[in-house]
Nanobody, 131 residues
Framework: VQLVESGGGLVQTGGSLRLSCSASGITFDGYAICWFRQAPGKEREGVGCISSDGSTFSIDSVKGRFTISSDSAENTVYLQMNSLNPEDTAVYYC??????????????????????????WGKGTLVTVST
């Protein structure tokens, strides 16, 4: 199984980027794909997830700005990020959970549990938001 993120780059405050997470060696059927990010000097944090039925979950700080979607035909999950600000600067990772919870919002109950639940990780793509 391989997950590859792409789409990162440098953008000005208020700008947009769309990240992609392409999977090989596995399909998303029955699994969940999550996005995490790690800012300089900070711990990795979960951003949001999408299940194979299309249900999504995202953390409060990105609601209304970030949207997670998927294209099963392309075996790709997207993270559309709008209204970016410098606090969004981070390396963004996608990860796959082979045993997702019954309700996707359960990911938000524990940051640690959310992180350890992931079975496969991509190597990340850097997003830098300038002032």
């Amino acid at each position: 199984v391989q997950l590859v993120e792409s789409g990162g780059g440098l953008v000005q405050t208020g700008g947009s980027l769309r990240l992609s997470c392409s999977a090989s060696g596995i399909t998303f059927d029955g699994y969940a794909i999550c996005w995490f990010r790690q800012a300089p000097g900070k711990e990795r944090e979960g951003v949001g997830c999408i299940s194979s039925d299309g249900s999504t979950f995202s953390i409060d700080s990105v609601k209304g700005r970030f949207t997670i979607s998927s294209d099963s035909a392309e075996n790709t999950v997207y993270l559309q990020m709008n209204s970016l600000n410098p606090e969004d600067t981070a390396v963004y990772y996608c990860a796959l959970d082979m045993e997702p919870p019954n309700q996707i919002l359960f990911y938000g109950l524990s940051e640690r549990a959310w992180y350890v639940a992931m079975d496969f990780w991509g190597k990340g793509t850097l997003v830098t938001v300038s002032t």
